[in-house]
C-alpha cells in the first residue's frame, strides 16, 4: 500500500510539473528583430529558428525606408518562415516623412506599407523616430501629420503609434513646461494613434515609465521592454512594477529590444582582435535567451 501511495504520489508530482512547464512555456513574449539585425540580414529564416529554439514566438519587424521587403524576403516568405518556427509578427517599425509637395504620393507609399503588414497579420504599425522641429507648432504639424494617417491605418486594421526615445521628454524650446511627449499625446485622435513605450528610454530622460502608464493608461498599448542590455541586469529597471500597471491598464504586448552595447563592440577575442559581427551577435543571442528566460521565470508576466 506504501508503494502505491509512493507510486501515485510521483506520478501527481510529474503531472504539476509538466502543468507548470506548460503554463511557463504558453507565455507570449515578443522580441524586436533590430536586436540581431545583422544576423537577420544575413540568414533570417536560420534566425528566427534560433529565437524559437530560445522561446520567442512573436516579434515586432523592421522595415527601413518603407522597404516592400521584409528582410529580403517577400512579405508572404516571410510570414511563412516565422509560422514555421511558431513565431507571431504582432508589430512593426517603419515610416516615411511628411512630404507636403507630395502628399498623394506619401499617402500611396503608406497604403502599400499597411496592405502588407495587414497580411502578415500583424496589429500594430510603429513609427519608430520621426524628424520634427521641438517647437509646438512643429509638435501640432507631425500630431496633424499622424491623426491623419493613423484614419488610414484604421482602414487596414492596424493600430498606428509612436516610440520614443529619450528626447521626446525634454522642454519644447519655446515653452520649457511642456515637453514633445506629453503635447503629442494630447494633440493626437486615441482612436487613429496610440504610443509604445520605451521603458528604457524614458526612464533615461528620468520619466517613470509607472506613472506614464498611469497618465496614458488607454494610449500606451505596447511595450519596449528594454535594460543596459540583459533584461534585469542591471537593476536599474522595476519591471514588476511596470508590468503590473500595463496589465493593470489592460494591456498585454510587449517586445524585447536588446541594443548592442559600445562594450561589447570595443571588445576583443583571444587573438587581440575586435570581435566580428557573428560573434557579436553570438553574444546578443546569449543575451536575448537570458532576458527570455528572466521573463519567462518571472512571477510579475502572464
Known amino acids: ?94 515610416g516615411i516623412q511628411e512630404d507636403s509637395d507630395t502628399p498623394e504620393s506619401v499617402e500611396k507609399r503608406w497604403r502599400s506599407l499597411f496592405q502588407i503588414q495587414k497580411s502578415l497579420g500583424s496589429k500594430y504599425f510603429i513609427v519608430p523616430s520621426y524628424n520634427y522641429e521641438n517647437t509646438t507648432e512643429g509638435v501640432k504639424a507631425m500630431a496633424a501629420y499622424f491623426n491623419r494617417i493613423g484614419k488610414i491605418a484604421n482602414e487596414y486594421g492596424l493600430k498606428f503609434g509612436y516610440h520614443n526615445h529619450s528626447h521626446e521628454f525634454k522642454p519644447l524650446n519655446d515653452n520649457p513646461s511642456q515637453t514633445m511627449y506629453d503635447l503629442f499625446a494630447q494633440l493626437t485622435d486615441s482612436g487613429s494613434v496610440c504610443l509604445e513605450l520605451d521603458v528604457y528610454w524614458a526612464q533615461k530622460a528620468d520619466r517613470n515609465p ?37 496589465y493593470s491598464n489592460g494591456h498585454t504586448d510587449y517586445v524585447v529590444e536588446i541594443e548592442t552595447p559600445a562594450s561589447l563592440r570595443q571588445k576583443t577575442g583571444h587573438d587581440g582582435k575586435p570581435l566580428t559581427e557573428t560573434e557579436i551577435m553570438d553574444e546578443v543571442f546569449k543575451s536575448a535567451d537570458l532576458s527570455w528566460k528572466y521573463l519567462n521565470n518571472a512571477t510579475f508576466t502572464l
Not at 36 to 58: C, F, H, Q, T
Not at 214 to 227: A, Q, V
Open 1 to 94: 500500500m506504501k508503494h502505491i501511495k509512493f507510486t501515485l504520489s510521483f506520478l501527481l508530482a510529474i503531472v504539476i510539473s509538466a502543468t507548470a512547464v506548460t503554463a511557463q512555456q504558453n507565455k507570449t513574449i515578443g522580441i524586436q528583430l533590430y536586436s540581431v539585425m545583422p544576423a537577420m540580414n544575413s540568414d533570417a529564416e536560420g534566425s528566427l529558428k534560433r529565437l524559437a529554439g530560445i522561446g520567442y514566438n512573436a516579434c515586432e519587424l523592421v522595415q527601413w525606408g518603407g522597404d516592400s521587403n521584409v528582410f529580403g524576403m517577400k512579405p508572404s516568405e516571410f510570414k511563412n518562415a516565422c509560422s514555421r518556427n511558431g513565431i507571431e509578427i504582432i508589430s512593426t517599425h517603419s
Open 210 to 246: 509607472v506613472e506614464l502608464l498611469k497618465t496614458y493608461p488607454g494610449r500606451i498599448k505596447i511595450l519596449h521592454i528594454k535594460d543596459d542590455f540583459t533584461i534585469g541586469q542591471s537593476g536599474k529597471m522595476d519591471f514588476e512594477s511596470i508590468f503590473r500597471q500595463f
